[in-house]
């Protein structure tokens, strides 16, 4: 839980907290999770959030009076399509990695990591005439199904009953994408664990995933956010590059769209098209002779 303090008009402390929806009561949270009521946060228009856009990228809310511990608060729900598109994209990758494990028989005997895939899956045991039980391991759909009803979803509460909600919001704005950050560097790009001792290897280290993690943002831009990191990253990690005498390093790579769009984005001035059949003939030589 987040704490994010700020003086109130009267010069006193107040506070705005995340707060769980999973969490709350189960009176606040079927009024959470109800599409009826929100609003658009720049005109205050009543909307579903069933019937928004995937694409759109407006902030929807609602808010309720709410004393847990009898301290008066404000509980903010809101609503962001482009949040539930991306929470969608990790939970799909997940439920893939999770039907792996099922595949493989490679299934975790602790899922103590919340985003863990193997939370995912359930077991069953199945047993013959008092025989010893036989564990089978499954998808469990429901829990998929449970997890998706919170899409989009973000929660605070705030003793600032009469401020603005756009105002409050914006203290604890873009959260998630902040939370996005975190989960490249230690996932994608192995930030984490160190396996250093010298502060300045260290600091060297973590320079080095900032850096690719800017880039990373360009290229995300540049690309008009319609690929997912995943995607990109694979695809950079499949880039050959091969050395042609007085042209340089050329890079090698099988043509898709988003090869092309790479190669567009990044300026190169030649690529494998331009590489003579008698050049290519050479580099598989060399290649199959390393």
Known sequence: ???????????????????????LNAQDRQWALDTKGFKSLYDDKVVDPAEISKDDETIYYKNTPYTPK??????????????????????????????????????????????????????IAVTDDGETANVYNYLNTEKIDEEAKYDGMY????????DNVSEILSISEKRWQIEECFRIMKTEFEARPVFLQRTDRITFHFLTCFLALIIYRYLEKFLEHKYTCEEILKTLKDFNF???????????????????????????????????????RTIQKQSKGK
Request: net charge positive; aromatic share 8%; proline share 4%.
């Open 1 to 23: 839980m987040e704490k994010i303090r700020k003086h109130n008009h009267m010069g006193e402390r107040a506070f705005v907290v995340t707060q769980s929806i999973k969490t």
């Open 242 to 280: 091969a050395y042609i005498k007085e042209q340089g390093f050329i890079p090698l790579y099988k043509r898709t769209e988003l090869t092309d769009k790479l190669h567009e984005i990044c300026h190169f001035n030649t690529d494998f098209e331009f590489i003579t059949k008698s050049q290519m």
């Open 155 to 162: 929660a605070v509460s705030t003793d600032l009953l009469d």
């Open 70 to 123: 009898d301290l008066p608060q404000r509980l903010i729900i809101t609503y962001s399509p482009k949040y539930a598109k991306y929470q969608k994209s990790i939970r799909e990758k997940q439920v893939e990695r999770a039907k792996l494990m099922l595949e493989r028989g490679s299934i975790k005997k602790e899922r103590r990591n919340p985003n863990d895939p193997a939370r995912f899956l359930g077991s």
